[in-house]
């Protein structure tokens, strides 16, 4: 069977155009209603992420984390998850892995060697 392209689509014929069509169209409907469903999708939160969800400051700066599994950190916005006292921020060729633990209320996070103590500044709504 020949390559599927443009010019093998255009000698299908005027059925066959068709056919492709539709299933194009029904490609589209699929991942349309996908989108819309994983948007209306409750957040599903493990009880790490629910402690450390909202804002923390300290001297060096915030990080916020957010429901979303996104967080800001030294000014940047990435994705995060929570496994075993570790935050593992992923971007976009390479993950990074940043122990952290909770003393007294507040949020201790080691970066490259060095531990910052951060205060919660505000906690955020859980949906």
Same mark, same amino acid.
Request: glycine share 12%; no cysteine.
């Given at each position: 069977m @020949? @390559?599927?392209t443009l010019a093998t689509i255009k000698n +299908? /014929? /005027?059925d066959a155009? &068709? +056919?492709l069509r539709v299933m194009l169209l029904?490609? +589209?409907a699929i991942a349309w209603t996908g989108a819309s469903v994983a948007a209306d999708a409750p957040v599903l939160l493990n009880k790490h992420?629910? &402690?450390l969800i909202g804002t923390w400051t300290s @001297? #060096? /700066?915030e990080v916020t984390f957010n429901a979303n599994n996104t967080l800001v950190y030294k000014g940047q916005k990435n994705f995060y998850a929570i496994a075993q006292g570790t935050i593992q921020i992923s971007k976009k060729k390479t993950t990074q892995l940043l122990p952290y633990r909770f003393i007294d209320g507040q949020l201790i996070i080691?970066?490259?060697g060095h531990a910052t103590t951060y205060t919660r500044v #505000?906690?955020?709504a859980i949906p």
């Open positions: @020949p @390559p599927l +299908l /014929g /005027g155009m &068709k +056919l029904a490609m +589209l992420m629910v &402690k @001297p #060096e /700066g080691t970066d490259a #505000e906690a955020a």
